[in-house]
Structures are given as structure tokens and as C-alpha cells.
């Protein structure tokens, strides 16, 4: 079936890195997101990998893949109080056009 | 702005009543996205379209759900005789599709049954 699961809270303090983990069970999906949803807010595409990568860097943000063992991770350095948001791990079916969510997990900053 | 934008950004209404809410994509993309979103939870997917073609409907997506693009640019998405549990934050995205699976967010349409 489709399943993403994540923890519910991450917190971490400022300056620190922040890795935020998903795991998945459709190894079939072509691409895998990471969402940002700040309070009152739209969903802003932070970045995404294709399932023929391990890693992506972009900037502050470092995704790695784990096809093996279907395990997403968001990695953010230099954690700001602008963090401050949800995070949502999505996959795309390919067959059905649908992407999968989880339920997003909420980071925390301490100062 | 080139964004997906969606209207309106809240909407309050009996039960019972019905309601209309509207999605303007990014030009360009062709693929349009209806999702829901309830507190504490991630999107559900409600409904696809490849141009105007409506493609994909969920199984969440009731009799009382209608959904239409027209001319392939706009979108928009009815809820018949509106219930409680239909209280939640909708959603529409945009992609280019082919190679470009990217889904692009509007800010959302809050719904609040009374």
C-alpha cells in the first residue's frame, strides 16, 4: 500500500543542523519531495531527487536516499528561527498522477 | 505573479450550501492538482487533469465533489450541499509535466462549515 510516515516534531537549536527522516513503501516512485508549510501558509517545494540519486545539496539543504531501505532525510545546516515550519515528505505515483504525503513533521527552534 | 493562485483564500458557509472555489495555474503547466488538507495531516489528493481532460479522481472525491477545466487554464471545484467534514484547507497545484513532475502550490482556499 502507500505509506510515508515521520515523526510528528523535530527540535533542535539554533545553528544546529536539523535532519528531518521519512520513510516510505512504494519503491516504484520516480521522484521524492521535501514541502515547507509555514503557519497560515501554501505548500513551498524545498527541493526534490530523483529515485536514480543517493544525494542532493542544495545550498543549506542536503537530501539523501536510501532505495534499500526506502529512507528519505532532509538535512537542513545552520538552522534559523526562518526554519520554523512543517516539513512534508511526498512521493510521486506515477500511475495514478497522485502524490503521496506524510503527515509532516514540525521543527522547532530553540534559541 | 506567476504563481498558482486560488480563489477565494476563505470561505465561510452553512451547511448545506453549495460552494465554488477557483485555481489559476502557472501558464505553461498543462497538469492541475486538487488536493485537501485537514490540521495535522499531509494533503490528500482529490483530483488530475491533463489539459482539460479530468484523468485521475480519488475515491475520497464524493457525488457532491465536481471539478472542471474548462479550456485547460483555469480550474474549478464545487461542493454540493456542504457538510461539516467538509471543514478543511483545499488546495490546487500546477506542474509542467512530462520530465517536470514538479507540483506547484497555491496558497489554498480555508473552508469552514457551520
Known amino acids: 500500500g502507500e505509506d510515508v510516515e515521520q515523526s510528528l516534531f523535530l527540535s533542535v537549536r539554533e545553528g544546529d543542523s536539523s535532519v528531518i527522516n521519512c520513510t516510505y513503501t512504494?519503491?516504484?516512485?520516480?521522484?521524492l519531495y521535501w514541502y515547507k508549510q509555514e503557519p497560515g501558509a501554501g505548500l513551498q517545494l524545498l527541493t526534490y531527487?530523483?529515485?536514480n540519486m543517493d544525494m542532493k545539496q542544495d545550498q543549506r539543504l542536503t537530501v539523501l536516499l536510501n532505495k534499500k531501505d526506502k529512507h528519505l532525510s532532509l538535512r537542513i545546516a545552520d538552522t534559523q528561527t526562518g526554519d520554523s515550519a512543517i516539513y512534508f515528505c511526498a512521493y510521486y505515483v506515477d500511475s495514478n498522477y497522485q502524490l503521496i504525503w506524510g503527515a509532516g513533521t514540525k521543527l522547532i527552534i530553540k534559541p | 505573479d506567476t504563481g498558482v493562485s486560488q480563489n477565494p483564500r476563505h470561505k465561510i458557509t452553512k451547511r448545506g450550501q453549495n460552494v465554488t472555489f477557483r485555481c489559476d495555474p502557472i501558464?505553461?503547466?498543462?497538469?492541475l492538482y486538487w488536493y485537501r488538507q485537514t490540521l495535522g495531516q499531509g494533503p490528500e489528493f482529490l483530483t488530475y487533469?491533463?489539459?482539460?481532460?479530468?484523468?485521475?479522481k480519488s475515491r475520497l472525491l464524493s457525488d457532491r465533489f465536481s471539478a472542471e477545466r474548462p479550456k485547460g487554464s483555469f480550474s474549478t471545484l464545487e461542493i454540493q450541499r456542504t457538510e461539516q467534514g467538509d471543514s478543511a484547507m483545499y488546495l490546487c497545484a500546477s506542474s509542467l509535466g512530462g520530465d517536470q513532475e514538479t507540483q506547484y502550490f497555491g496558497p489554498g482556499t480555508r473552508l469552514l462549515v457551520l
Open positions: 531527487i530523483f529515485s
Open positions: 487533469f491533463q489539459n482539460e481532460a479530468q484523468l485521475e
Open positions: 501558464s505553461e503547466h498543462n497538469r
Open positions: 512504494d519503491s516504484s516512485s520516480t521522484y
